[in-house]
């Protein structure tokens, strides 16, 4: 299977730290991406993670990949109001060229 | 701008009307995606080209039609939709079909659809 699932909901207080999950299905999946989409605009590459690491961290973003339950998870840090924002994660497979295969999204809202 | 410009940014159009959208792209990538977007539904796939050849149509309806006359210009011509295709229409472009796998995509700003 393709899916790729997100709650859709994540509610934070400025300063704290946000965890977004994901679950996907295929466990062939070669990368794995978080992608943030701001109002009215198209989707950002934040951040992508190779399948055979487990943790990739870059300034206040860490993402953890767990390849046995299928989890991936991304964790902002001190998260702020210009944090706001739906986070999408995504898949890709090497034998699926030209295919990045996304959940519903995540919208974070951060409250000062 | 991220290098990937569509236009228009916004429209309404009738069920009976023609209408078409653009995604440009100058950062020399030759491959070049159609998603659409629908509130709390994953990005649906549409199109995929590569090098101006469409690689994917996945199932999408006859009354979109995709157009890629070049590996900068993608065009989605619409014409007799329903307002369920009312939704944000977003271009994205890699480098290749391969190139996706260190960059990701760059995506648009999306055309906002709806269809009264």
């Known amino acids: 299977g393709e899916d790729v699932e997100q709650s859709l909901f994540l509610s934070v207080r400025e300063g704290d730290s946000s965890v977004i999950n994901c679950t996907y299905t295929d466990s062939s999946s070669t990368y794995l991406y978080w992608y943030k989409q701001e109002p009215g605009a198209g989707l950002q590459l934040l951040t992508y993670?190779?399948?055979?690491?487990d943790m990739k961290q870059d300034q206040r973003l860490t993402v953890l990949l767990n390849k046995k339950d299928k989890h991936l998870s991304l964790r902002i840090a001190d998260t702020q109001t210009g944090d706001s924002a739906i986070y999408f994660c995504?898949?890709?497979?090497?034998?699926?060229?030209?295919?990045?295969?996304f959940g519903q999204g995540t919208e974070l809202s951060v409250k000062p | 701008e991220t290098g990937v410009t569509q236009t228009p940014r916004h429209l309404v159009m009738g069920m009976t009307n023609k209408k078409s959208l653009k995604c440009e792209q100058h950062l020399g990538h030759n491959a070049m995606y159609w998603y659409k977007q629908s509130a709390k539904k994953p990005l649906e796939l549409m199109f995929v080209?590569?090098?101006?050849?469409?690689?994917e149509n996945n199932s999408v309806p006859s009354r979109f039609s995709p157009e890629c006359p070049n590996s900068s210009h993608l065009f989605l011509h619409l014409h007799t939709l329903q307002p369920e295709d009312s939704a944000l229409y977003l271009c994205a472009s890699s480098q290749d079909l391969t190139g996706q796998f260190n960059y990701g995509y760059t995506f648009g700003s999306g055309t906002r659809l709806t269809v009264v």
């Open positions: 080209y590569n090098f101006k050849e469409q690689t």
């Open positions: 995504a898949e890709s497979k090497d034998n699926q060229g030209g295919k990045l295969i």
């Open positions: 993670i190779f399948s055979n690491m």
